[in-house]
């Protein structure tokens, strides 16, 4: 597959207004997806070459699952098997261990914590793909969600599936708890159709192909993925432009709302839907891409991760037998792409409110947790690090750069002033591996940075090699995994991707 190429993912560059929809590389209307760089390649997420439509290799007439599952749940809990029945599966975008680090003492301070700190089980998890040592975000959701270890732009296929080539479907943990007679739901703050989301509901050898992707949703429709039996009970996020305004002149909203599902365009609408019964469905597609970094966000407009994620929760209880839901942080991705730490730690920061929301609402019916599972964890980390020996800085206020800032002096006579590098230039605690930001010789010849300029909403982090813009790739190193509730006991140690597909499947029977 080609490595690195002018694919963007639309938001990497783009999308950084009030209501996400313009950017400086923004989309392309029915096709979508044509943004700066952005999302997917060999070292990670380099973006959408754009939608390829009917071209694509899965003809849009070709029932793309894997076909009816037999479920053995209902044997399985006979008897009053013990097992979660409510499964929560948090995936942080890009969320690699010191993003972590840098969110909670950007919004807590050093002797902070955020909520994902408070889950009690930890583990780690390798992450690359069967091609690669450093994974995009296709294979490794995908890996998650059906065990099986995938190639670099592959969403669950059978492992030898090439990128843009042919494969067999694999089963997902969506599609295993549709067949149980669960609810299911997708949340994300990119487009519905991106890889993450797509990874538990659809299967194509291509992420790009985000046309195709979105048919896959439609009950019914040329190009449904049977498997999902009258669809999914909810999907909220963005991409709107691969439902309306498509090549093959199809309004997949008005298919969907035909479909008996409640539609939502704004945050207003969101809120307003009411509460109908376990059969219920409902579809929000709040921007035409990606939704807004939280730091841009029109709450008048879009609603936060939280509100989504609550509201989709309120709406899979009404199913008694259990329901499956999967929500993403995916715009922390985005940010870490074009080396802006500031909106991908807001962005991290967003995310833990909303495991923390979520977390509420759920012990509303299942206080202590006793048949829920909710598990947090990140696709792939990135390059970013943390430099020097830095004063501590507290967290973040309008008044104090904090970890956004430059490093300082501990100790002695120089404390609290700027530590120097080589050249006698002060450097900021964040930077990148790689990145756009790359000062092409000695530094001596640079502005001098301050606490102002590099706490700045839109300031992109130095980095050690220069990419382009947008171009910042993943990183190789093991992600964090938490756990809370039902099972999460076995959610510990070392292990693959993979195995926490089996680990799912253990603690829910399915």
């Not at 044997?75 to 599966?89: N, P």
Request: hydrophobic share 35%; proline share 5%.
């Amino acid at each position: 597959m080609n490595c690195e190429g002018p694919r963007g993912n639309d938001g990497a560059s783009g999308e950084k207004g009030a209501n996400g929809e313009t950017g400086a590389n923004g989309e392309t209307g029915a096709t979508g997806g044509k943004g700066g760089l952005g999302d997917k390649g060999a070292q990670g997420d380099k973006g959408d070459k754009g939608d390829k439509g009917d071209t694509g290799v899965e003809p849009p007439s070709t029932d793309p699952g894997p076909g009816k599952l037999t479920s053995g749940y209902d044997d399985a809990i006979k008897g009053g098997v013990a097992h979660a029945d409510r499964v929560i599966f948090f995936l942080g975008d890009g969320m690699g261990i010191p993003v972590m680090t840098a969110a909670r003492i950007y919004g807590y301070g050093e002797e902070g914590s955020l909520h994902i700190d408070d889950l009690p089980e930890t583990g780690f998890v390798r992450t690359y793909s069967r091609d690669s040592r450093v994974t995009d975000s296709a294979p490794s959701m995908s890996a998650y969600m059906t065990g099986v270890k995938m190639s670099n732009g592959v969403i669950a296929m059978s492992a030898e599936t090439p990128n843009y080539g042919q494969g067999k479907p694999v089963p997902t943990v969506l599609e295993w708890a549709e067949a149980a007679g669960w609810s299911t739901g997708v949340v994300t703050t990119t487009r519905v159709t991106h890889a993450t989301p797509a990874a538990t509901y659809s299967h194509i050898s291509d992420r790009d192909n985000e046309n195709n992707i979105a048919r896959q949703l439609v009950p019914g429709g040329l190009g449904f993925n049977s498997t999902l039996g009258n669809g999914l009970e909810v999907i909220f996020g963005g991409g709107r432009s691969q439902f309306t305004g498509r090549a093959d002149n199809r309004d997949l909203v008005t298919e969907l709302k035909a479909k008996s599902y409640t539609y939502a365009s704004n945050a207003t609408e969101l809120s307003a839907i009411p509460l109908t019964g376990a059969s219920q469905k409902a579809l929000g597609l709040f921007t035409n891409s990606h939704m807004s970094y939280e730091l841009d966000r029109n709450p008048a407009n879009e609603p936060s991760l939280s509100q989504m994620a609550t509201k989709a929760v309120q709406i899979l209880e009404q199913n008694q037998k259990g329901y499956f839901l999967m929500v993403e942080g995916g715009r922390i991705d985005h940010a870490l792409h074009d080396t802006n730490a500031k909106r991908a730690l807001v962005d991290t920061i967003a995310f833990d409110n909303a495991i923390d929301a979520v977390l509420t609402e759920v012990k509303k019916s299942d206080p202590n947790l006793t048949h829920t599972l909710i598990v947090v964890t990140a696709d792939h980390d990135h390059t970013m690090v943390h430099l020097g020996y830095a004063q501590r800085t507290g967290k973040t206020t309008p008044t104090n750069a904090g970890v956004l800032g430059l490093v300082k002096n501990y100790a002695g006579t120089a404390m609290g002033q700027p530590t120097n590098d080589a050249d006698g230039k002060p450097y900021s605690i964040l930077a990148f591996g790689n990145g756009p930001n790359r000062i092409p010789s000695s530094r001596v010849t640079a502005p001098t940075l301050t606490d102002d300029v590099t706490s700045a909403n839109g300031y992109l982090q130095e980095a050690a090699i220069r990419m382009p813009t947008g171009g910042e790739t993943h990183g190789g190193t093991d992600v964090a995994i938490q756990a809370v509730g039902f099972g999460a006991d076995q959610f510990h140690g070392f292990m693959d991707n993979t195995e926490v597909f089996g680990l799912l499947r253990k603690a829910t029977k399915l």
